[in-house]
């Protein structure tokens, strides 16, 4: 009996998940021509913005961290999820709102801006030189209120500690590779010295070869909070439009821009990977696209769950 009661819940919740699991073929029937509208528009975004990618990426990013990816990220209310510290320089949510509006004209009430932030973070990567990632779609917009407390708590800082940095991760579904593998997001755009100054007082944030490096960063972000809140950025690797490998190859050479970067280049359970990685980018692509799906499938609301916004920055009324 109890067998037979073990066998009934593994079953259902089998059933439950299969109902609502995401798939690539989402749209295929209700709105086919999602995918060349995104293309065409965000190839054009490209050409005309080259740092477009990569706020899109940490668009992606800021958003599935919270709870999942739900378009939170976008909501704009006072104290909204998008106020906190942790969400400085975020940019691109209107882009994303105005790529919103093209696809209601061709199939109102259908596509979620869930949806919209994962594809602009996947024609990102493939526009940059990465990997071509096939994402499942399905995801619904949060009607629930997130606030600038949930991002405080939930989204990881720059100077976060290694294994804080894999407990994050591996929630999600992630091996330690492939951990490491997202990281190298950081492939793309620059770091804000707001972002950077707090590494420089604490040696655990260094690499044993990181004191060269440190001293341009010194240079660029002096400890100053009126010069360093108006400073653009620094890069996060050599090729800070380009998505590749460099990276690896950059902290491992004690060029870590964050904290975060310069820790997983000398942790014995992450600098393996890195090195992997720096020594094959086919490899890294391949771990980047696995890691890719799962944070962007994990913890999502699916049918039944959410909504689809009209407007991506509010609630549907």
């Given at each position: 009996?109890?067998?037979f ?32 509208i ?17 706020a ?28 906190s ?28 801006c869930?949806?919209?932030?994962v ?12 990997p ?17 407390l ?10 976060q ?26 492939t793309?755009g ?10 420089l ?31 653009p ?5 050599l ?52 890691a890719?799906?799962k ?10 769950q ?12």
């Open positions: 009996m109890k067998y009661i073990l066998l009934f819940v593994a079953t259902l919740t089998l059933f439950q998940l299969s109902s609502c699991q995401l798939s690539e073929s989402y749209y295929n029937l209700s709105c086919p021509n999602l995918e060349p995104i293309q065409s528009e965000f190839r054009k975004l490209f050409f005309l913005n080259p740092t477009a990618p990569a899109l990426l940490r668009l992606l990013f800021h958003d599935c961290m919270v709870r999942g990816c739900d378009a939170s990220v976008l909501l704009d209310f006072d104290n909204s999820e998008i106020k510290a942790k969400n400085y320089a975020i940019r691109m949510q209107d882009t994303i709102g105005e790529i919103k509006l093209l696809v209601e004209d061709d199939c109102p009430g259908v596509v979620s869930a949806d919209l932030i594809l602009a973070a996947r024609e990102s990567v493939i526009q940059t030189g990465g071509r990632i096939q994402v499942p779609l399905g995801r619904k917009d949060s009607t629930n209120i997130t606030t600038s949930d991002a405080d708590a939930k989204i990881p800082p720059p100077s500690k290694v294994d804080d940095f894999i407990s994050d991760f591996t929630s999600k579904g992630m091996s330690i590779e492939e951990a490491v593998a997202i990281l190298g997001g950081h793309l620059v770091g804000h010295c707001k972002n950077i100054v707090g590494r007082n604490d040696p655990a944030q260094w690499n044993p070869t990181d004191f060269v490096y440190e001293t341009i960063l010194r240079i660029r972000c002096p400890l100053d909070n009126d010069f360093y809140n108006s400073v950025a620094v890069p996060l690797d090729t800070p439009v380009c998505f590749d490998n460099q990276y690896y190859t950059d902290i491992l050479g004690g060029r870590g821009v964050f904290g975060i970067d310069s820790m997983v280049a000398k942790d014995p359970r992450t600098l393996p990977f890195v090195t992997n990685f720096s020594q094959d980018q086919n490899h890294f692509f391949e771990v980047f696209s696995s890719f799906i944070l962007a499938t994990a913890d999502v609301l699916t049918d039944g959410g909504e689809v916004r009209a407007i991506c920055s509010k609630f549907n009324n």
